[in-house]
């Protein structure tokens, strides 16, 4: 364990980095419904599953390919997301988030229930898409290709989107709306719908992620249930509702989630755990997060 | 004298015993058998529902009754909680009169539920679980491990690809008792076969990222990478070997591997793969005919723990039959001293450790090109003698 | 009068019910029962949601599981060690965590059962996934055998009514009004005087000492400890009980502990088998949407006053 190999070590970082830009995006969908919306969102594991599922009914059924997923998947999502806040936690928007975290949870159990009930859970088959196929033989690892496009893919969608959400017009109405809906209101501006497109964006995230999920990982219908409590603790170490908070803490936790693998892989689903305990103690908001 | 005084004693006691049996014959006027299973969790597909049609099939092709009493069928879901599956057989027998109980997968739960059963003298058909702790350290008189084992596997997939010379071995372990298990079992055949082992990482379960390990297994300077996990962690480990390009300079091979999993992955990803199988769908005319009416029902081709369910209930209603008695004891004794036979168990008895031993199936997965159809995933390449693939009984394990 | 008359005949049916039904289930019921009661000491007595309860249940189970395995200890002392292991884990969880409100403290609770739960998969004397099988049911002070089902039961119904007085007691003491004090306005309590933070931590040990009295007496029901006891679905059961059966009531947390056992058992068998979590998820939803009150809360809103005047 202790004749550390720089070649192998760089391997391992390289590759913490790309678990950590995905990390990055699936913590982003729930920062921002954190964060704007105080919804704790338990079903986002459901909507990245959902996503996936989506893929894998248009190659396998309608003929629509991967990149044809990317954008229909989420959108088709974040509808089933919007419809979700409108119906369901709108009525107990007023009541302890506890109620809206219950409720959430009540739901991704149905959602991933109903699935395994069709399609069993060993999961789906889902074909790389050729144009990512192949890789680059790099000095100290082979990088398949498409692990480069996750990396380039999910940071220009996390820059993005924190961009639109701090830096424009669109995301100052967005914020205003949400910390003072009385106000926008006053000015003529249709808060329940930001909120409720809002829920949507974050969901349909999660389902561009689901969809960037199909060709690398098994499309089952459990494949968000392991992965989301993961997710959660990131956005907690990087301070709920701290939209750079969250894309810098997945990218951190990928690459320590990463070292562990190499040195304890025991400990590699549990590490973040213990991180997270460590940053609450001694940052109680989070590692970017505003104290309360 | 001595020898002469145990025969006779053994015999005394025998006729003791089946005297008190015939007396019994049907014990409450009918034949009750437990499928119990993970029905909707991750191991629902290798066993599950498929076992409890398996199972209704075989009732129905025995007649629905067995030596003049109905039969009756019980299931139950255990989610692979033993505390679930073992209260719940404890609540068959104790007030439902269960008599036998089938299915079993989740090897936690197979050992509190054989535990119970044997307590109650009251046959375990395991139809699914991996582990061979049922015919060695947990072994019982009335245990029959129907389907296969772990070192059935090993020694299936394993020991070829040593003697061709792949002596270089790298395990992807998941951290649990029936990694270890996979694990131990096949080092064991590597080193007995003058292989090596140069390396193996434990991953959590559930993990979803497998890169980490494929990259220390590419780094090991191994011939052979073994998964020695199965279900949803198979399926993403062998995602990014394929991605990785590990497949196209190290053979990998999966230690534990279901008919669903090779389903779940796309034929570029896993096609060449060697495993081990107790059973294939489309081996002859007799799997076949059989499988087209599980298919039927079922909508999915039987995994070797349904084809195994359906052969163990099957076998055990005959034993039932031919005795007229249900009493554990007599139907485990008949089982043992009566060979079965039928599309499953080729080759077949049923060892008096419990262990079934038969015909294991060595094959290759099909590529894209060579599939007729999504079902048509296996070609056989070699047949392996039952004493060729399982262990030897142990002296301790020796029930009559 | 009416709230003894309750208990009284409710004791009855307690003492009456291994007759018509399956003691082993009813077994069940009780421990869980017993395990949702000590969660609502802290959901409904401080306002805290912990996510990591199941830490406690698991570790009254392995100790107890693990001391009358392999020291051979009679029940009743291996369930107090158990009770008294799951106390200190509490004690630990409850000084790192109590400082934190609302979801910050579900999250660090949560995080620490993860790395209890890891410990438990890691240490050898655990069994791992195949758990600690068949722990010894024991004989009673070294006299009576408990191995009978129906006798365990008896010796089961005592402990849940211990456990159960214990809660009772505590909620309707003075520490349990100035609890009340701190849940419905923290700053006014803090403002007399009280060290606010004080009294959760010893709230959160009290729950964790009962959810570890439950997880030890399950041990011995199922003479079986295994990680599921341990694992973060058990905190989100929990959740889902006290939640059905009412936040804040006494009863509540048994009632909704009754609901899901027999659900769980109904249903594991037969076709809706294939049902259950969209089921279990199903009444999570209604019971957010429409009965946020839960079961008994329902039923004191229908009677108009409460069993208890301490619920919502």
Same mark, same amino acid.
């Given at each position: 364990? *202790?004749?550390?190999?720089?070649?192998?070590?760089?391997?391992?970082?390289?590759?913490?980095?790309?678990?950590?830009?995905?990390?990055?995006?699936?913590?982003?969908?729930?920062? %921002?419904?954190?964060?704007?919306?105080?919804?704790? @969102?338990?079903?986002?594991?459901?909507?990245?599953?959902?996503?996936?599922?989506?893929?894998?009914?248009?190659?396998?059924?309608?003929?629509?390919?991967?990149?044809?997923?990317?954008?229909?998947?989420?959108?088709?999502?974040?509808?089933?997301?919007?419809?979700?806040?409108?119906?369901?936690?709108?009525?107990?928007? @007023?009541?302890?988030?506890?109620?809206?975290?219950?409720?959430?949870?009540?739901?991704?159990?149905?959602?991933?229930? *109903?699935?395994?009930?069709?399609? $069993?859970?060993?999961?789906?088959?889902?074909?790389?898409?050729?144009?990512?196929?192949?890789?680059?033989?790099?000095?100290?690892?082979?990088?398949?290709?498409?692990?480069?496009?996750?990396?380039?893919?999910?940071?220009?969608?996390?820059?993005?989107?924190?961009?639109?959400?701090?830096?424009?017009?669109?995301?100052?109405?967005?914020?205003?709306?949400?910390?003072?809906?009385?106000?926008?209101?006053?000015? $003529?501006?249709?808060?329940?719908?930001?909120?409720?497109?809002?829920?949507? *964006?974050?969901?349909?995230?999660?389902?561009?992620?689901?969809?960037?999920?199909?060709?690398?990982?098994?499309?089952?219908?459990?494949?968000?249930?392991?992965?989301?409590?993961?997710?959660?603790?990131?956005?907690? %170490?990087?301070?709920?509702?701290?939209?750079?908070?969250?894309?810098?803490?997945?990218?951190?936790?990928?690459?320590?989630?990463?070292?562990?693998?190499? *040195?304890?892989?025991?400990?590699?689903?549990?590490? %973040?755990?213990?991180?997270?305990?460590?940053?609450?103690?001694?940052?109680?908001?989070?590692?970017? $997060?505003?104290?309360? | 004298?001595?020898?002469?005084? &145990?025969?006779?004693?053994?015999?005394?006691?025998?006729?003791?015993?089946?005297?008190?049996?015939?007396?019994?014959?049907?014990?409450?006027?009918?034949?009750?058998?437990?499928?119990?299973?993970?029905?909707?969790?991750?191991?629902?597909?290798?066993?599950?529902?498929?076992?409890?049609?398996?199972?209704?099939?075989?009732?129905?092709?025995?007649?629905?009754?067995?030596?003049?009493?109905?039969?009756?069928?019980?299931?139950?879901?255990?989610?692979?909680?033993?505390?679930?599956?073992?209260?719940?057989?404890?609540?068959?027998?104790?007030?439902?009169?269960?008599?036998?109980?089938?299915?079993?997968?989740?090897?936690?739960?197979?050992?509190?539920?054989?535990?119970?059963?044997?307590?109650?003298?009251?046959?375990?058909?395991?139809?699914?679980?991996?582990?061979?702790?049922?015919?060695?350290?947990?072994?019982?008189?009335?245990?029959?491990?129907?389907?296969?084992?772990?070192?059935?596997?090993?020694?299936?997939?394993?020991?070829?690809?040593?003697?061709?010379?792949?002596? &270089?071995?790298?395990?992807?372990?998941?951290?649990?008792?029936?990694?270890?298990?996979?694990?131990?079992?096949?080092?064991?055949?590597?080193?007995?076969?003058?292989?090596?082992?140069?390396?193996?990482?434990?991953?959590?379960?559930?993990?979803?990222?497998?890169?980490?390990?494929?990259?220390?297994?590419?780094?090991?300077?191994?011939?052979?990478?073994?998964?020695?996990?199965?279900?949803?962690?198979?399926?993403?480990?062998?995602?990014?070997?394929?991605?990785?390009?590990?497949?196209?300079?190290?053979?990998?091979?999966?230690?534990?591997?279901?008919?669903?999993?090779?389903?779940?992955?796309?034929?570029?990803?896993?096609?060449?793969?060697?495993?081990?199988?107790?059973?294939?769908?489309?081996?002859?005319?007799?799997?076949?005919?059989?499988?087209?009416?599980?298919?039927?029902?079922?909508?999915?081709?039987?995994?070797?723990?349904?084809?195994?369910?359906?052969?163990?209930?099957?076998?055990?209603?005959?034993?039932?039959?031919?005795?007229?008695?249900?009493?554990?004891?007599?139907?485990?004794?008949?089982?043992?001293?009566?060979?079965?036979?039928?599309?499953?168990?080729?080759?077949?008895?049923?060892?008096?450790?419990?262990?079934?031993?038969?015909?294991?199936?060595?094959?290759?997965?099909?590529?894209?090109?060579?599939?007729?159809?999504?079902?048509?995933?296996?070609?056989?390449?070699?047949?392996?003698?039952?004493?060729?693939?399982?262990?030897?009984?142990?002296?301790?394990?020796?029930?009559? | 009068?009416?709230?003894?008359?309750?208990?009284?005949?409710?004791?009855?049916?307690?003492?009456?019910?291994?007759?018509?039904?399956?003691?082993?289930?009813?077994?069940?019921?009780?421990?869980?029962?017993?395990?949702?009661? !000590?969660?609502?000491?802290?959901?409904?007595?401080?306002?805290? #949601?912990?996510?990591?309860?199941?830490?406690? #249940?698991?570790?009254?189970?392995?100790?107890?599981?693990?001391?009358?395995?392999?020291?051979?200890?009679?029940?009743?002392?291996?369930? #107090?060690?158990?009770?008294?292991?799951? /106390?200190?884990?509490?004690?630990?969880?409850?000084?790192?965590?109590?400082?934190?409100?609302?979801?910050?403290?579900?999250?660090?609770?949560?995080?620490?059962?993860?790395?209890?739960?890891?410990?438990?998969?890691?240490?050898?004397?655990?069994?791992?996934?195949?758990?600690? =099988?068949?722990?010894?049911?024991?004989?009673?002070?070294?006299?009576?055998?408990?191995?009978?089902?129906?006798?365990?039961?008896?010796?089961?119904? /005592?402990?849940?009514?211990?456990?159960?007085?214990?809660?009772?007691?505590?909620?309707?003491?003075?520490?349990? =009004?100035?609890?009340?004090?701190?849940?419905? +306005?923290?700053?006014?309590?803090?403002?007399?005087?009280?060290?606010?933070?004080?009294?959760?931590?010893? #709230?959160?040990?009290?729950? !964790? /000492?009962? /959810?570890?009295?439950?997880?030890?007496?399950?041990?011995?029901?199922? =003479?079986?400890?295994?990680? +599921?006891?341990?694992?973060?679905?058990?905190?989100?059961?929990?959740?889902?009980?006290?939640?059905?059966?009412?936040?804040?009531?006494?009863?509540?947390?048994?009632?909704?502990?009754?609901?899901?056992?027999?659900?769980? +058992?109904?249903?594991?068998?037969?076709?809706?088998?294939?049902?259950?979590?969209?089921?279990?998820?199903?009444?999570?939803?209604?019971?957010?949407?429409?009965?946020?009150?839960?079961?008994?809360?329902?039923?004191?809103?229908?009677?108009?006053?409460?069993?208890?005047? =301490?619920?919502?």
């Amino acid at each position: 364990m *202790f004749d550390i190999n720089i070649m192998a070590l760089s391997g391992q970082l390289l590759i913490g980095l790309i678990n950590g830009s995905f990390y990055a995006l699936l913590s982003l969908g729930l920062a %921002i419904i954190f964060g704007l919306l105080n919804i704790i @969102n338990f079903t986002q594991g459901a909507m990245y599953m959902l996503g996936a599922f989506v893929a894998w009914f248009g190659l396998d059924l309608v003929g629509l390919d991967y990149w044809a997923a990317l954008v229909v998947a989420p959108v088709l999502v974040g509808v089933v997301g919007m419809l979700v806040q409108r119906f369901l936690l709108r009525p107990i928007a @007023n009541e302890n988030h506890l109620y809206s975290l219950l409720l959430t949870i009540g739901l991704a159990m149905i959602i991933q229930g *109903f699935f395994t009930h069709l399609y $069993g859970s060993s999961g789906l088959p889902y074909a790389m898409p050729e144009a990512l196929k192949g890789g680059f033989r790099l000095p100290f690892m082979y990088l398949p290709m498409y692990r480069a496009w996750v990396v380039v893919a999910a940071l220009v969608v996390c820059f993005a989107t924190w961009w639109v959400i701090e830096k424009t017009r669109l995301g100052a109405y967005l914020r205003a709306g949400t910390e003072n809906p009385q106000l926008m209101q006053a000015f $003529g501006i249709n808060v329940p719908l930001i909120v409720t497109a809002t829920f949507g *964006f974050g969901v349909a995230l999660a389902a561009f992620a689901g969809v960037m999920a199909a060709p690398i990982y098994s499309v089952s219908p459990e494949m968000g249930a392991n992965l989301l409590i993961v997710v959660f603790a990131i956005v907690v %170490i990087g301070g709920m509702g701290s939209i750079a908070g969250a894309i810098l803490a997945g990218l951190l936790m990928g690459v320590i989630e990463g070292l562990t693998k190499y *040195f304890y892989p025991e400990a590699s689903s549990t590490v %973040i755990f213990l991180v997270m305990v460590l940053v609450l103690m001694l940052k109680p908001a989070g590692l970017f $997060g505003k104290e309360a | 004298m001595k020898a002469l005084n &145990k025969t006779l004693l053994t015999a005394a006691v025998a006729a003791m015993l089946s005297g008190a049996a015939l007396a019994d014959g049907i014990s409450d006027g009918k034949v009750k058998i437990g499928v119990m299973a993970d029905m909707g969790g991750p191991f629902g597909d290798l066993c599950g529902r498929g076992c409890v049609t398996a199972v209704e099939m075989a009732v129905e092709d025995f007649g629905g009754s067995v030596a003049g009493a109905p039969i009756e069928l019980v299931t139950a879901d255990d989610q692979n909680k033993p505390d679930l599956g073992s209260a719940k057989a404890r609540e068959w027998i104790e007030s439902e009169n269960v008599d036998a109980i089938t299915g079993l997968v989740n090897s936690a739960v197979t050992g509190a539920v054989s535990q119970i059963l044997t307590d109650n003298r009251k046959p375990a058909l395991i139809a699914t679980s991996a582990s061979n702790v049922f015919t060695t350290s947990q072994c019982s008189a009335f245990n029959a491990h129907w389907t296969y084992d772990v070192v059935a596997l090993a020694n299936g997939t394993v020991k070829p690809m040593v003697s061709a010379g792949k002596k &270089k071995w790298f395990f992807i372990t998941v951290d649990y008792a029936l990694g270890h298990k996979l694990e131990e079992t096949a080092s064991d055949v590597v080193a007995a076969n003058g292989g090596e082992v140069v390396g193996a990482v434990r991953a959590p379960l559930g993990t979803t990222d497998f890169s980490s390990y494929i990259l220390q297994a590419q780094a090991s300077g191994a011939d052979v990478v073994a998964l020695a996990n199965t279900g949803t962690d198979f399926v993403n480990a062998t995602k990014t070997a394929a991605e990785f390009g590990l497949t196209d300079m190290i053979d990998l091979v999966g230690l534990l591997v279901f008919t669903p999993d090779i389903q779940a992955l796309d034929p570029a990803v896993i096609g060449g793969m060697k495993l081990t199988t107790g059973f294939y769908w489309d081996y002859d005319d007799a799997t076949r005919d059989w499988s087209k009416r599980f298919i039927e029902r079922h909508g999915r081709i039987p995994s070797m723990g349904q084809a195994g369910a359906y052969s163990v209930t099957m076998n055990y209603l005959k034993a039932i039959e031919a005795t007229d008695t249900d009493d554990g004891e007599t139907v485990m004794r008949y089982l043992k001293t009566h060979k079965p036979d039928d599309f499953f168990a080729r080759n077949a008895y049923l060892r008096a450790d419990g262990r079934m031993v038969h015909d294991m199936y060595q094959v290759r997965v099909k590529k894209a090109d060579e599939r007729r159809d999504g079902n048509d995933i296996f070609e056989i390449e070699n047949v392996i003698a039952g004493d060729q693939a399982f262990a030897p009984m142990l002296a301790q394990c020796e029930f009559n | 009068m009416r709230i003894n008359k309750l208990y009284l005949s409710l004791l009855v049916l307690a003492l009456l019910a291994p007759l018509v039904l399956y003691p082993v289930f009813l077994m069940k019921v009780l421990c869980y029962g017993l395990f949702a009661c !000590a969660f609502n000491l802290v959901l409904g007595y401080g306002g805290l #949601l912990s996510l990591g309860h199941a830490a406690f #249940l698991g570790t009254g189970a392995y100790t107890t599981g693990y001391l009358a395995t392999r020291v051979g200890l009679t029940p009743e002392l291996a369930i #107090l060690a158990g009770t008294a292991a799951a /106390a200190a884990l509490g004690a630990l969880f409850g000084k790192l965590s109590v400082k934190r409100g609302g979801i910050y403290f579900g999250m660090i609770t949560l995080a620490l059962a993860q790395l209890v739960f890891f410990f438990y998969l890691q240490a050898p004397f655990t069994g791992g996934e195949d758990g600690m =099988q068949g722990i010894p049911r024991g004989e009673l002070f070294g006299l009576l055998s408990l191995e009978d089902n129906l006798t365990l039961y008896y010796f089961v119904l /005592a402990v849940f009514l211990l456990g159960f007085w214990v809660i009772h007691r505590t909620v309707h003491s003075p520490f349990g =009004q100035v609890m009340k004090a701190i849940r419905e +306005n923290e700053a006014r309590a803090m403002s007399l005087g009280y060290n606010t933070d004080d009294f959760k931590w010893l #709230l959160f040990t009290l729950s !964790a /000492a009962v /959810a570890g009295l439950a997880g030890s007496t399950k041990a011995l029901v199922f =003479q079986l400890a295994s990680l +599921n006891d341990a694992h973060w679905q058990m905190s989100g059961e929990v959740v889902l009980m006290t939640l059905l059966g009412g936040v804040g009531t006494i009863l509540g947390p048994l009632a909704g502990a009754g609901v899901i056992v027999t659900i769980q +058992n109904q249903l594991s068998g037969g076709e809706l088998g294939n049902y259950i979590h969209m089921i279990m998820g199903a009444i999570f939803v209604i019971c957010v949407l429409a009965f946020r009150s839960g079961i008994v809360g329902e039923i004191q809103k229908l009677a108009g006053r409460g069993f208890s005047r =301490q619920g919502r």
